[in-house]
């Protein structure tokens, strides 16, 4: 157990829809990672936040968003679903912003029917 | 363009013997990461060892190791002892930079141990 938690663990809701995945870190993590992963683009890093503030973004779509509350805890909103926005969402910690280590959460499978 | 290849999508070793997995990146820059992550069958990611771009050393965790030999831009993952605990999916990363964690993923390669 990495000491990552996500929620929920499975989702399936249809397109056009909107979700909100949820992370915790490990306690003591100030810095929050998103991941993608899927059978056709791999695995992909979508954005970071470091202590509540955006930190780096890589290939996030405009229908997504996150944020990272003062608890540290972060949700990745993803709306107007497409049947594409299936894969499995990972959520990793790290306690600094450039880190040497990650620990990941055990990801939440969307599937967009 | 930053990328990372891992051109072995799948070997096959013996158990107790040792494996190398290849990893090749591209990147102008002077300052980046590079990282090796397991997925076994089970479906979690596993940070498994990093490597600077300043660092002198080859990184060593256990029983992996990155033989890093930067003037040929490539970040082998080495594996020693192998068990059948190792098979797995294994993912080269690449950050780039000084700021924040844009990270690119290669292909990965999958590990199959033999008893």
């Known amino acids: 157990d990495s000491g990552v938690t996500q929620t929920p663990k499975h989702l399936i809701t249809a397109t056009g829809q909107r979700v909100t995945l949820r992370c915790s870190p490990r306690s003591g993590d100030l810095s929050v990672y998103w991941y993608q992963q899927s059978l056709d683009q791999g695995l992909q890093f979508l954005i970071q936040y470091y202590n509540g503030e955006e930190r780096a973004k890589g290939n996030i779509l405009e229908r997504f968003s996150a944020q990272q509350f003062p608890d540290l805890h972060s949700e990745l909103n993803l709306s107007s679903l497409e049947l594409g926005d299936s894969a499995l969402y990972f959520c990793?910690?790290?306690?600094?912003?450039?880190?040497?280590?990650?620990?990941f959460g055990p990801g939440t499978r969307l599937t967009v029917t | 363009a930053q990328k990372i290849t891992q051109t072995q999508p799948g070997m096959f070793v013996q158990e107790k013997e040792a494996v190398t997995l290849d990893c090749t990146y591209d990147?102008?820059?002077?300052?980046?990461?590079l990282f090796w992550y397991k997925q076994p069958s089970s479906g979690e990611m596993i940070f498994l060892i990093y490597?600077?771009?300043?660092?002198?050393q080859n990184a060593t965790e256990g029983r992996y190791s990155l033989n890093f030999q930067k003037a040929r831009k490539s970040a082998n993952l080495v594996i020693s002892a192998s068990q059948l605990g190792d098979s797995a999916m294994y993912f080269c990363a690449m950050r780039e930079g000084t700021g924040g964690f844009k990270t690119i993923f290669g292909a990965g390669t999958r590990l199959f141990v033999k008893a």
């Open positions: 990147t102008s820059d002077q300052s980046y990461g």
């Open positions: 990793a910690s790290s306690v600094t912003d450039y880190p040497y280590e990650q620990y």
């Open positions: 490597q600077g771009s300043y660092d002198e």
